[in-house]
């Protein structure tokens, strides 16, 4: 027989360790929801500096300097004007050393500003093995894509094209952050991804944009793809599945006769032979002086495949597409161009601008023009994908 004193010690017991257990948990849940810089699905990593070392840190309004190794508070402040540094151990924020390779700064409603320019959200430091600094913004998926939108289009464009394109930057990050879940970061923020202007890049009429369209993605067969845009596409889309690993069919490319009045529609560029050399030299090939440059073959869109470079030394095929990323994807703006050695000179005359996958955005701005909405602009360009909540995938 268990006594009655005893039965009501073991009831307080078992209530005084409930309620320890409850704290606990309570207490690592608030530790996980506030200071984890894991990845969620309403929140990108954005790598916003990469390998440098130093950078300068102000903010404006409270935040907390936290451990996201060990999820330890180590600060808590109001304003601060400072350098980020490494040392051997750790971090350095001006004097104040951070024994931990990752510290995270979460910014409780305050002005984040980093070398100038202003971000939402908080942002991480890792050191990395070569004593370099790598800073990341972490900040709300749909704060993001109105950071993006006014780098990646112009906020006087008709509504519905806007929408169209603010979806198409949607899917994009958001599956750079599937792809990228095990990784510091989902997305850098130069052009080879999406580039993000911070907070001080935002326009109103694309966080109407953004607002209208929350959480709208494109999926195909209920998964979400990648979403590739470019300015103008010059006649015809591009099929994905020739220029990455991609084929399906939202992405094997269509006609477009939307882009032509796009300022873009056509490009010329005349650039030495030297430039040329100079350009393919540095990116590894070892030629001598160019004598011709034949394109060996276009694809079904017009845009070649590979071109042949005749040189005094030797000669070399490589790639439209490596070829345009050598000598700068803002200088040979397409790959359906043509080319002819004159003198001295090489005179490039081509179609469009961008790697011509997905949206023409271009042709999206003239589509809407003509009163197309939003979700037959994103038919057209990415047919058979559907619009669906990224909450509901
Ligand atoms: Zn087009």
């Known amino acids: 027989m268990v006594s009655p004193l005893r039965k009501v010690i073991s009831y307080k017991l078992w209530v005084i360790s409930f309620i320890i257990f409850l704290s606990f948990t309570h207490n690592s ?22 390998d440098v070392s130093s950078l300068r840190l102000k903010i404006k309004g409270t935040y907390e300097v936290i451990d996201s190794v060990s999820n330890k508070v180590l600060n808590r402040g109001k304003n601060l004007n400072t350098t980020v540094t490494v040392y051997n151990r ?8 951070s024994n931990t390779n990752k510290l995270f700064i979460k910014s409780c409603d305050a002005n984040v500003i980093i070398n100038g320019r202003m971000f939402r959200g908080d942002i991480q430091f890792i050191k990395n093995d070569n004593m370099k600094l790598l800073a990341i913004n972490q900040i709300e998926l749909e704060d993001y894509i109105k950071g993006i939108s006014v780098r990646e289009t112009s906020h006087y464009r008709p ?19 599937q792809e990228n879940k095990q990784k510091d970061f989902d997305l850098t923020s130069d052009i080879y991804s999406q580039v993000y202007g911070g907070k001080g890049a935002e326009r109103y009429r694309i966080n109407k944009a953004v607002d209208e369209t ?20 010059g006649g015809d889309t591009e099929d994905a599945s020739l220029l990455w690993n991609v084929n399906i069919p939202p992405l094997k490319g269509v006609p477009c006769n939307f882009c032509q009045d ?10 030495s032979q030297e430039e040329v050399k100079n350009a393919l030299v540095k990116g590894g090939y070892q030629i001598g002086n160019i004598k011709d440059i034949l394109i060996l073959g276009r694809d079904k869109s017009n845009r070649i495949t590979n071109l042949k470079i005749v040189t005094e030394k030797k000669d070399i095929e490589i790639s439209a597409k490596d070829f345009r990323n050598l000598l700068g994807p803002n200088i040979i703006r397409s790959t359906n161009f043509d080319v002819k050695v004159v003198e001295r000179d090489i005179v490039f005359e081509g179609f469009g601008w961008g790697h011509g996958v997905g949206l023409c955005q271009w042709g999206a701005y003239f589509m809407a023009k003509e009163g197309y909405n939003y979700k037959q602009i994103l038919e057209y360009y990415y047919p058979g994908a559907a619009v669906s909540l990224s909450a509901n995938l």
């Not at 959480?215 to 596409?233: D, E, M, N, R, S």
Request: include cysteine; proline fraction near 4%; hydrophobic fraction near 45%.
């Open 262 to 271: 796009s300022p873009h529609f056509q490009w010329h560029n005349v650039l």
């Open 159 to 177: 509504i519905e094209s806007l929408k169209a394109e603010v979806i198409a930057f949607r899917t994009f990050a958001l599956y750079k952050m």
């Open 214 to 233: 929350k959480g709208l993605v494109l999926t195909y067969q209920g998964k979400i793809f990648p979403a590739f845009y470019h300015a103008t596409c």
């Open 90 to 97: 750790g971090i350095l924020l001006g004097n104040t050393k």
């Open 29 to 50: 849940a608030l530790i996980t929801q506030h200071h984890s810089f894991a990845q969620s699905p309403k929140y990108i990593r954005v790598a916003i500096l990469e």
